[in-house]
């Protein structure tokens, strides 16, 4: 077995995709560890892997989320931000992290959110006074608020590895991401007060009324979707479904939506669903290979003699998550490491919906952690800041990040309270 980390390090290295790099691992592996004959039943074991009826709310919510970027959503969402929080001191510091909630409540990607609000309200925060490199920093950390708050696609991915309600998920990812935004808000107050951030005029501002009268039909979409699926009037996939409806509605509503800007966000759309899918296919793989060769057991038993305990593996499985967000894709982590140490987390009493929203909350922290973090490569891309100095710039936003991430960890009602209040989970 000890083969294994080096032949996924050499697949890795070669580029390819991450979907061959986890299932021609797991097979060589097979082979290696003297399991070739089992498979023969690896292809039901990926079909049952795949065959989750909640997964088909994963290319809607994707659908969806394409067609509200495409409609111009962002912009009406910018403006009833302003109204909201513009005239504070810091304001358009808040507008950028008030628009990341509302925006995370549409997409439910936090690269989209880095890329749609770096090419607008960075330049609109320099022009004020900002600094650019801190307009670059709060704008990528505030975008990891979008895998958080429902839908989200990495909630789903996670959902899908585990067999954890997805309606579970959804509603328990609430309260954390409003956590994390009230956090960063504070946060930004702080440098407002101490570096004299500007504040937007009273005339400057939008009135309230008109902004929110552009803003409401993307402000339904979260309304509709969690509303649908904790009502019982809906599953997630049906809410997927009528979000994709709803995001049609909007997105001609703000800007009209031409054939060209349809036909891509399908061709997007059937492209992000066909990689996730492949990669749940290497995931089951993996998976079963980790079972015949009983692996979480072997890290149990590991974890048992060091004697850590259920508090010491949960906060070592954190700092392993930590790790490697920093230089792995949300899916490559969650594809190499959930199958491995949640069972063993589940066995020491740890609840599967508090668990998956500390995963995937400590992941998307890591796309705003060097070497490589996806939201500070692509904020940097656009609006042309050395990565390097952003990465500096976005260490405080960072470390109140991992505070919160503490805050989860050690008082689970927070995450667990909504779901249960709604007799989604017990």
């Keep these: 077995m000890w083969l294994v980390p080096i032949i996924l390090t050499v697949l890795l290295a070669s580029g390819l995709g991450l979907a061959y790099v986890v299932g021609g691992t797991a097979v060589v592996s097979f082979i290696l560890t003297d399991n070739e004959r089992y498979l023969a039943i690896l292809p039901q074991k990926v079909f049952s892997q795949i065959s989750v ?157 008109p902004a929110l009268g552009r803003a409401l039909p993307a402000l339904c979409l979260p309304v509709i979707i969690v509303g649908g699926i904790v009502f019982g009037w809906m599953t997630p996939t049906e809410a997927a479904a009528v979000a994709v409806v709803v995001a049609g509605l909007a997105a001609f509503f703000y800007e009209g939506l031409n054939r060209e800007a349809v036909f891509e966000s399908i061709r997007r759309t059937a492209m992000l669903t066909g990689s996730i899918f492949i990669v749940l296919s290497a995931i089951a793989a993996f998976g079963h290979l980790a079972s015949l060769e009983r692996i979480p057991q072997a890290i149990s038993a590991l974890i048992t003699q060091l004697g850590l305990g259920p508090v010491g593996f949960m906060l070592a499985m954190n700092l392993l998550f930590i790790l490697a967000g920093m230089f792995l894709d949300i899916p490559m982590a969650l594809a ?64 109140v990040e991992i505070l919160v991430l503490g805050v989860l960890i050690f008082v689970p009602e927070i995450t667990l309270f909504l779901p249960r209040a709604m007799g989604l989970w017990n």
């Design 53 to 209: 009826f909640a997964l088909l709310s994963m290319p809607l919510f994707i659908l969806a989320g394409e067609l509200m970027n495409r409609g111009g959503v962002t912009k009406a969402l910018i403006d009833f931000s302003m109204a909201l929080v513009g005239r504070i001191r810091g304001g358009l510091g808040h507008v950028n992290i008030m628009t990341s909630v509302f925006f995370a409540g549409i997409s439910g990607s936090a690269v989209a959110d880095a890329a749609s609000l770096s090419n607008t309200l960075v330049p609109a925060m320099e022009e004020r006074g900002y600094t650019k490199l801190y307009a670059g920093a709060i704008t990528a950390a505030s975008s990891i608020i979008g895998p958080i708050v429902p839908p989200s696609i990495i909630l789903i991915f996670y959902g899908a590895i585990m067999q954890t309600s997805v309606a579970a998920l959804f509603v328990a990812g609430i309260l954390p991401g409003l956590l994390l935004a009230s956090a960063l808000f504070v946060l930004n107050a702080y440098f407002a007060i101490r570096d004299d951030h500007p504040r937007i005029e009273k005339g400057e501002a939008p009135a309230v009324l």
């Design 336 to 399: 190499l490491l959930v199958p491995l140490v949640a069972p063993v987390a589940l066995a020491q009493g740890a609840d599967p919906v508090h668990l998956g929203i500390v995963i995937c909350f400590n992941l998307t922290i890591g796309l705003v952690s060097p070497p490589m973090g996806g939201c500070l490569l692509i904020v940097s891309t656009v609006t042309g800041l050395n990565y390097w100095a952003l990465a500096r710039a976005v260490i405080p936003f960072v470390f």
